[in-house]
């Protein structure tokens, strides 16, 4: 069974900075490819950001440029790091996984989720 297990939400102020991780269970790692996706309060969940298994990155118009995804095959966590942050970046921020080498950026085609982690930017 995988598991996906986020942290490092929290509260931050506008134009702060945080970063989020989460750890993986599989051991297989990898050759999965991994993305982080966002849902507000009354708002359906965007996908922001999705790197695949060789690395290639792809983002959603509303990060690009302040939000990188990476991650650490050895130890099986991929990254988020958030910077710039605008109060409408508030969220639960969720990790997903999805086995392949392909290029997966819709939310569907991933198959498997973690819990969420709470990001909250105050203004």
């Known amino acids: 069974q995988v598991q996906l297990v986020e942290s490092g939400g929290g509260l931050v102020q506008a134009g702060g900075s945080l970063r989020l991780s989460c750890a993986a269970s599989m051991s297989i790692f990898s050759t999965n490819a991994m993305s982080w996706s966002r849902q507000a309060p009354g708002k359906q969940r965007e996908l922001v950001a999705s790197i695949t298994s060789g690395g290639r990155t792809n983002y959603a118009d509303s990060v690009k440029g302040r939000f990188t995804i990476s991650r650490d095959n050895a130890g099986n966590t991929v990254f988020l790091q958030m910077n710039s942050l605008k109060p409408e970046d508030t969220a639960v921020y969720s990790c997903?996984?999805?086995?392949?080498?392909?290029?997966?950026?819709?939310?569907?085609?991933?198959?498997?989720w973690g819990q969420g982690t709470q990001v909250t930017v105050s203004s």
């Open positions: 997903a996984a999805v086995s392949g080498s392909g290029v997966y950026i819709e939310e569907g085609e991933y198959e498997y």
